[in-house]
């Protein structure tokens, strides 16, 4: 485990202050997939080897955790690492195909098929890349920002494993919800235990706030988002926070972010989540009244106003901070960065967020 005395102290805590409700000078702001294709010079990293590759070599995930941090004032890093992880772990091959994206080649088809999957008790042991490259990454950002770790959430986990690739419909992974539903609740607790396993150990290695993606949401009404979704969710912060604890380290804020799970806020809202993300179809001051004052939210531009120009992401950035206000807020995208974006048009994000929220 890194002790903390081993980090740089911090310069820029703005984002774990406000995931606290604390007060900040400016509001904090980072972008999710800030750290890639968009970028020359990650696309030139990108170009020597292949995804998982990176991913896997503790060096090159720090180098283009960096790359943005190096281009503009973002007020946080996140490990460049991918959600997928947690199913290689688990025993799952994954392919990173281009213009496919992941694929699985031999995904999940009927419960029969959750005894090929490894414990997720062995996780961590397969997954020591990625505590190294946090452990790295926090010396090398010499406290110039938090160091942000992640995972996704284990309903989005399951949607891939079964539909073995990316779906506008999830309607394999939602058939087992109604066919198998013992099955499913099955292998959400492996991945839910494995991902527990997992985010402790990114704390021990240096991850100084953690976030959750449920980039599915939106394939699940209420009804099967509260039967499935919600209970998995509620157990990894849960336990990751008791565990941390045990370990003697600092309470970390965590960060759940529901893509397209506008009918889910008020139950997330009753977890013990410090940050609730938003995606672009939310509105703040709704989704402010929905989960109440105690809880800090993130988001929430649509990343299609970044192919506006810098006049128009301003006033856009001016709207949006007028309805988030300046307390318990984190700027962000509704969603993540797409590679066909101007760099500098994200510095125009990042410089707005931080003129239009100075004290």
Not at 104 to 118: C, H, I, M, N, V
Request: aromatic share 8%; net charge neutral; hydrophobic share 40%.
């Amino acid at each position: 485990m890194a002790e903390e005395n081993e980090f740089p102290a911090m310069k820029n805590d703005r984002l774990l202050r406000a995931a606290r409700g604390e007060e900040v000078d400016v509001v904090p702001v980072w972008a999710m997939r800030q750290a890639g294709r968009y970028l020359p010079e990650f696309r030139e990293e990108r170009a020597k080897c292949d995804f998982f590759t990176m991913c896997q070599t503790p060096e090159l995930s720090c180098k283009v955790t960096l790359q943005p941090l190096n281009r503009f004032p973002l007020d946080a890093a996140i490990i460049f690492s991918d959600i997928l992880v947690i199913p290689q772990a688990l025993g799952m091959e994954v392919e990173m195909r281009p213009g496919e994206g992941p694929v699985f080649p031999s995904p999940l088809r009927g419960p029969e098929d959750l005894t090929k999957l490894a414990s997720p008790a062995d996780v961590c042991s397969k997954l020591e890349y990625v505590f190294d490259a946090l452990t790295l990454t926090r010396k090398e950002l010499q406290g110039k920002a938090p160091l942000i770790g992640f995972s996704g959430a284990p309903w989005t986990i399951m949607a891939y494993m079964i539909e073995g690739k990316g779906s506008k419909t999830m309607s394999n992974a939602k058939g087992w919800l109604y066919k198998y539903p013992e099955a499913s609740h099955q292998l959400l607790k492996i991945i839910t235990d494995a991902t527990v396993n997992y985010l402790v150990g990114q704390a021990k290695a240096g991850a100084q706030i953690l976030q959750v993606f449920e980039s599915h949401a939106e394939h699940l009404g209420p009804d099967l988002f509260r039967n499935f979704a919600l209970p998995c969710l509620k157990q990894i912060c849960d336990e990751v926070k008791e565990r941390v604890s045990q370990l003697g380290l600092k309470n970390i804020p965590m960060i759940v972010f529901p893509k397209g799970g506008h009918f889910a806020l008020k139950d997330l809202a009753a977890l013990n989540y410090e940050v609730i993300g938003i995606d672009w179809t939310v509105d703040p001051i709704l989704a402010r009244q929905i989960v109440g004052p105690n809880k800090t939210l993130q988001g929430n531009l649509d990343p299609c106003a970044l192919y506006a120009d810098k006049k128009s992401i301003d006033g856009a950035v001016k709207e949006m901070i007028q309805k988030f206000g300046r307390d318990r807020y984190i700027a962000n995208l509704g969603h993540g960065m797409y590679p066909d974006m101007d760099p500098e048009h994200l510095a125009a994000f990042v410089e707005a967020v931080h003129k239009y929220s100075k004290k």
